[in-house]
């Protein structure tokens, strides 16, 4: 499927951004990931930060093409345009967010000690690759949103 399928689908609507939403979003993922670096938290709150920042990216590429997610599934949808925008080559990184998508929900809701030191350290290097891939990419695709 296409961003525009989904637009037909009614998962996502139609959305300008800004430089300056594209800005905040990335301002978002350099503290998250400063903030989730840090030792002295708990492996649960540093994962969840660095979904948070996952999650900024995903949602900067999205923005950029036009879109926005409906709110029923929107951080599933989010994270699943990842393939649909940077190439077929993603997938696996997508089902990778969305294992990580879930486990964040179960740490932030459900009960303490579902993420380990390993899956948070694991994350946070995850998205400073991501990280570097969706600034190359606004660049060669939207260098006019990049601040």
């Not at 037909?8 to 905040?24: C, D, Q, Y």
């Not at 949808?77 to 077929?88: N, S």
């Amino acid at each position: 499927m296409s961003l525009k399928q989904w637009q037909n689908s009614g998962w996502l609507r139609s959305h300008k951004t800004s430089t300056e939403e594209i800005g905040n979003l990335l301002a978002i993922v350099k503290r998250d990931l400063q903030d989730a670096g840090e030792k002295g938290i708990s492996a649960d709150w540093r994962f969840g930060i660095a979904y948070n920042a996952a999650l900024k990216l995903c949602t900067a590429l999205i923005y950029a093409e036009g879109y926005r997610p409906e709110k029923t599934l929107a951080h599933y949808r989010t994270l699943q345009a990842l393939p649909l925008i940077l190439g077929a080559k993603r997938k696996a990184d997508a089902d990778y967010l969305d294992a990580c998508r879930a486990k964040r929900n179960t740490v932030e809701y459900d009960y303490v000690g579902g993420a380990s030191e390993s899956d948070a350290d694991e994350l946070i290097e995850f998205v400073r690759g991501l990280e570097k891939e969706v600034k190359t990419w606004l660049k060669a695709n939207h260098p006019n949103l990049l601040p």
